[in-house]
């Protein structure tokens, strides 16, 4: 394991070549096809906040800096990452706590919060990286709005460290609710919770999460957060009378960003689709266990079968989130794409990294 | 006219009858231009001080005669201009006098409309209030609203990842659209994201929007639609210095709270806007803000409160709260009349577009009056104060020899500003051709050759929109040689674990 101090030494260890694996806390080493072959590069020496002035809306800090540590650091000033980001360690089988804020920038990691918020791509301003060719670039920018030059802010973001290593981050960071209301209606059908979520995210009540999970703590549950100033949350809520308050909402979200009501014995999928299509998806998966985030837009799902076919017929797509070393290694993790856009994904890769130095196989 | 477009290949040109013919062959009709009267309503955009005619105009109507026109073009080395409404105001569509334009306006229909999953799917060439007409009866919009949104197309908007006063909270262009299909140089028809939140591999669709028209043509957007807010209330607020309203936006985005809109314009913007429309704005201040506030009734009211008393504690001179819609449209009749109003006391103004860290505001302003003597012109300002977006209104008058150049030579120097002090050298009208040379202010040549690496992973021959974005245009082969490793014992210091 390699762990450079600066930028110099990140560029002599890309421009030297090989296969380098980059990573941050290993919050998500148990993601992919495993890399006996690569050289980790492991990222946290890139610490430390370089800037942060909460009426600016932008906080700047280096890409190995926990993301616990980021999230209390915006907590303290009232604020927040509104995309919702999160570790993925326990989920993964191992601890909470290591992953870094350049991890959940490279996975492009957003949680329930993100149907109204957005995704961790739409928080991302600017960056400053080390691509494949051993060179340090910077894009975007330190400032909230700004349109000059190609946004690579959104390409990095998820890219899973296939273009770039990622130095420092600029996020724009947005205040915290003062108040969060969860309330939930219970013994829906998949459908029948589709539907009535989607009626209230079209209504005023301004709905920023919205889940479905079919068995919480003994009933099928469709739960909505409302976020906001007290004033506003109790009008909000009165335009949802079927719907009753709970005092334990934080619970609730948690088991749904981190899916955890699912076996955890059981590989689990990440399913996107347009919210409609995600009653059909389980229809046509009967052995799965599964939950639905983001309305029905994403679908957490616990299946020895393969859902990709399924997935696909609606219209979404299937990211292999945890599975066992044979299955990591014989299924792709991400969706397979059309030949036409595979072969632009992979011109665009060797733009940044046309050796393949960060091709390592595990994607 | 201070910038050099690149220079037009004669031999393009001489083939002019050939290359219309074969475009003839793909669309028939009306759909290709070639007379130089008919030429003439597309030789600029919005930028209007650049004009050049373009080789030819084809107008398709199908995806299968963009691909053609495409696949045309990219095999006999045709240069290829994307063209919308043409109201760039950086010269995103300026014609190239060897270029095809290709003008996307026919494609102008609504496909579809799913409340349910609430996006609506739509062809290139419908405007982005055609958007919100089609879904606004079941109480639904789509929300970047650019002020040209009137005229201006979707497509255009994903090209130049347009804004909009209502960005700080609801987001560009790019954080509402889900989908496009594009074609792609060399005619291939791709789908990037989908009616689904997130893309399966790289986020290929946040990069073509606000990629200028350089790496596709877009032939389909699906964009995302929100249930209208329930009521809206404006605040108008004066102060007697652009330091008091620059500490009240501060503190209104400290205390919580994202506002719809907020505006600020400087004391000449307030008198060009009074005289223009007699809106009812204070002459008697330095400063006079815009706060616009929207969601359920209840949550009006009570930011309605904290933002008023926000004001009063930052030395508010002036403070008056819309009782209805009608007097909250009169607090932005002279905001939205801010740019005919510039037109009413001057010849000639050209927009600038910068965007600074707000903190910086009133230093900025400060300097810009000082390069406003030097230069000997005037300049107003209106200002997204929100998110620090400038937009300063040079006056001038073109047909006063010299003055064009100048006010150019003074937009650079406030772009140079803005970068100066953290910023950047657009907010939200691009590139283009207008910024394409200060483009070095922001990015080092490293910077740039990454960016221009992706250009070439999409048109390698760079036949898409030349002469915009980037200062200098590296043959990709050029660009693409290996980084060359000076020696071979790597990195002998570094601690091992």
Redesign the interface.
């Known amino acids: 394991m390699l762990r450079p101090a600066n930028i110099e030494e990140l560029c002599e260890i890309v421009a030297a070549g090989g296969k380098l694996r980059l990573r941050g806390g290993g919050s998500k080493d148990a993601i992919g096809a495993p890399t006996p072959d690569a050289t980790v590069v492991d990222m946290r020496g890139f610490a430390g906040v370089v800037d942060y002035d909460p009426p600016e809306l932008v906080l700047t800090v280096g890409a190995g800096i926990p993301l616990a540590e980021v999230q209390a650091l915006v907590a303290a000033e009232g604020q927040m990452l509104a995309f919702d980001p999160f570790d993925h360690g326990a989920m993964l089988g191992g601890t909470t706590g290591d992953a870094t804020i350049g991890g959940v920038i490279a996975a492009g990691v957003s949680g329930p919060g993100r149907l109204s918020g957005g995704a961790a791509r739409d928080h991302l301003l600017g960056f400053t990286a080390v691509s494949g060719r051993g060179e340090r670039f910077v894009a975007g920018a330190k400032v909230v709005k700004n349109v000059t030059g190609y946004d690579l802010s959104k390409l990095v973001t998820g890219s899973w460290g296939r273009l770039a290593a990622l130095t420092e981050v600029t996020l724009k960071v947005l205040p915290a609710p003062r108040e969060r209301r969860t309330l939930v209606v219970r013994g829906l059908d998949p459908a029948a919770a589709v539907a009535r979520m989607a009626e209230a995210l079209g209504s005023a009540a301004e709905v920023s999460a919205a889940a479905h999970l079919p068995d919480w703590q003994g009933t099928a549950v469709t739960a909505l957060r409302l976020d906001g100033f007290p004033p506003s949350i109790a009008a909000r809520a009165a335009m949802l009378p079927d719907f009753t308050a709970v005092p334990d909402g934080e619970t609730l979200w948690e088991a749904v960003r981190f899916a955890s009501p699912l076996p955890a014995d059981r590989p689990l999928w990440r399913v996107i689709v347009a919210p409609s299509r995600a009653p059909g998806v389980v229809a046509a998966l009967p052995g799965a266990d599964w939950l639905f985030d983001w309305a029905g837009g994403l679908v957490w799902l616990a299946s020895e079968i393969d859902p990709r076919a399924v997935a696909e017929a609606a219209g979404g797509h299937a990211m292999l989130m945890r599975a066992d070393a044979a299955m990591r290694t014989a299924v792709p993790t991400l969706h397979p794409q059309p030949a036409a856009l595979a072969a632009l994904e992979a011109r665009v890769r060797r733009a940044f990294d046309p050796a393949g130095v960060f091709e390592t196989g595990r994607l | 006219m201070s910038l050099v477009m690149p220079l037009p290949d004669a031999a393009t040109i001489a083939r002019r009858g050939e290359i219309a013919a074969a475009m003839r062959a793909i669309v028939p009709g009306e759909g290709v231009i070639d007379d130089d009267d008919a030429l003439r309503p597309y030789e600029s955009d919005a930028l209007t001080a650049y004009r050049q005619p373009p080789l030819l105009v084809v107008l398709p109507e199908t995806v299968e005669q963009v691909a053609a026109v495409l696949a045309w073009c990219h095999k006999n080395r045709v240069k290829v201009v994307p063209r919308g409404a043409g109201t760039s105001l950086s010269g995103g569509a300026l014609p190239l006098a060897d270029a095809v334009l290709l003008g996307m306006a026919k494609f102008n229909r609504v496909l579809d409309i799913?409340?349910?999953?609430?996006?609506a799917v739509v062809q290139p060439g419908v405007t982005n209030l055609a958007i919100t007409r089609a879904v606004e009866g079941a109480?639904?919009y789509y929300a970047p609203d650019p002020s040209s949104q009137i005229a201006c197309t979707i497509g255009g908007n994903v090209a130049?990842?347009s804004?909009g006063v209502h960005?700080?909270k609801y987001?560009?262009t790019?954080?509402n659209v889900l989908g496009v299909e594009l074609v792609?140089i060399e005619g291939?028809v791709?789908?990037?994201g989908?009616?689904?939140?997130?893309?399966?591999?790289?986020?290929?669709?946040?990069?073509i929007?606000?990629?200028e028209g350089l790496l596709g043509v877009v032939t389909e957007v699906i964009v995302r639609i929100l249930?209208?807010?329930?009521t809206a209330k404006a605040l108008l607020i004066g102060f007697d210095s652009v330091e008091g309203a620059g500490r009240c936006v501060?503190?209104i985005?400290?205390?919580?709270?994202?506002p719809a809109g907020m505006e600020m314009m400087d004391r000449p913007a307030i008198h060009a806007a009074e005289a223009f429309v007699n809106a009812g704005y204070p002459l008697d201040v330095e400063a006079l803000l815009i706060v616009e506030l929207d969601?359920?009734?209840?949550?009006c009211?009570?930011?309605v409160g904290e933002v008023e008393a926000i004001a009063r504690r930052n030395g508010a001179v002036s403070l008056r709260t819309s009782a209805n819609d009608d007097e909250r449209a009169a607090f932005w009749a002279g905001r939205k009349a801010a740019f005919p109003a510039a037109g009413r006391i001057s010849p000639d103004y050209y927009c600038m577009d910068g965007?600074?860290?707000?903190?910086r505001l009133p230093e900025v302003l400060a300097r810009m009056r000082e390069l406003s003597e030097q230069y000997g012109l005037g300049v107003i300002n209106v200002f997204?104060a929100g998110?620090?977006?400038l937009h300063p209104l040079i006056l001038y008058d073109a047909n006063q020899p010299g003055q064009l150049e100048k006010a150019e030579a003074f937009g650079a120097d406030i772009v140079r500003l803005c970068v100066a002090v953290?910023?950047?050298?657009?907010?939200?009208?691009?590139?283009g051709v207008e910024?394409r040379d200060l483009?070095p202010e922001?990015?080092?040549e490293?910077?740039?050759?990454?960016?221009q690496?992706?250009?070439?992973?999409?048109d390698p021959e760079l036949l898409l929109n030349p002469g915009k974005?980037f200062p200098q245009l590296h043959r990709c082969a050029e660009l693409?040689r290996?980084?060359v490793?000076r020696g071979e014992v790597?990195?002998p210091?570094?601690?091992?674990?």
């Open positions: 799913d409340y349910a999953d609430r996006v109480g639904f130049e990842n804004g960005c700080l987001g560009l790019t954080n792609t291939e791709i789908r990037l989908g009616r689904g939140l997130e893309p399966a591999g790289l986020d290929l669709l946040g990069l929007v606000g990629s249930p209208r807010p329930e501060a503190e985005i400290a205390g919580g709270i994202i969601g359920p009734g209840a949550e009211t009570h930011l965007t600074i860290p707000r903190r997204h998110d620090g977006n953290g910023g950047v050298l657009t907010g939200e009208h691009g590139v910024k483009m922001m990015f080092s490293v910077d740039l050759a990454h960016q690496r992706v250009k070439c992973a999409f974005m693409g290996m980084h490793h790597a990195f210091d570094l601690p091992r674990f």
